[in-house]
């Protein structure tokens, strides 16, 4: 499993990922700095908002997106997948360690700058828990949907961005099913209860915002296994 998983760490790490993340990641810092300067800010209910409007339903989902999107979906689309394809391990060790892979990224890429702007907002130690726990488990979701997402379909980076942007960005603001159906929906609703602040943010029970973020990651992982069974690689 670890050579797999270096090989596809290997594959993802390019300067122009870690500078264009590290850029958005910087810019959270930026915001959280503002609120805690701010005059008249009130830094729990004001860091909740940036950490949800700005972490959770931009900064997360799409670096979570560009790194797993392209862990089995680069290899894919380059016809170099089959090397790896070739091997005598179980398709469902590929499918992990490309997650895997993904999620040593995509993890410290978000949770430790949302938790440094949480920080100095000046809100205390429990938005910066709140902003840990939510974070960890919105990018572990987006991870395993993702790499799914990279294996289904050519150009998945566009339907990701679709996805976060239309669905989560548009759609599932309505409420009713299409919320349920968002990853970030259940996030958000995470963080608002663990700092009991923000009300409106809370769409769903504490059990349905951890329970269906984990089905998410499993039936993604699970698909994606699926998939590398079925399709031919050539």
């Not at 170099?80 to 394809?85: A, P």
């Not at 410290?108 to 440094?116: C, F, I, N």
């Not at 029970?205 to 079925?230: E, F, H």
Request: with cysteine; glycine share 10%; charged share 10%.
């Amino acid at each position: 499993m670890r050579p797999l998983w270096r090989t596809f760490l290997s594959g993802q790490l390019s300067t122009g990922r870690l500078v264009g993340l590290g850029a958005l990641g910087a810019l959270a810092v930026v915001l959280g700095l503002a609120i805690g300067a701010a005059d008249g800010a009130r830094p729990l209910d004001d860091g909740v908002v940036l950490i949800s409007s700005y972490g959770l339903s931009l900064f997360v989902p799409v670096t979570a997106l560009v790194f797993a999107s392209a862990a089995l979906g680069e290899p894919n689309e380059d016809a170099t997948l089959v090397y790896l394809w070739l091997r005598p391990v179980p398709r469902w060790k590929l499918v992990v360690a490309a997650a895997a892979a993904a999620l040593t990224i995509a993890l410290p890429a978000v949770v430790v700058p949302l938790a440094v702007a949480a920080l100095v907002t000046g809100a205390g130690g429990s938005l910066v828990a709140a902003t840990v726990a939510s974070c960890t488990l919105a990018t572990v979701a987006y991870v395993g949907v993702f790499t799914w997402l990279g294996l289904r379909v050519r150009r998945a980076l566009l339907w990701g961005l679709l996805y976060v942007l239309v669905w989560e960005g548009f759609v599932a603001r309505v409420g009713g099913t299409a919320s349920l159906l968002a990853i970030r929906t259940h996030a958000t609703s995470l963080l608002a209860r663990l700092t009991g602040t923000a009300g409106d943010l809370v769409e769903v029970s504490l059990a349905t915002s951890l329970l269906v973020p984990v089905t998410a990651t499993v039936a993604g992982l699970a698909l994606a296994t699926r998939r590398l069974q079925r399709q031919d690689v050539a």
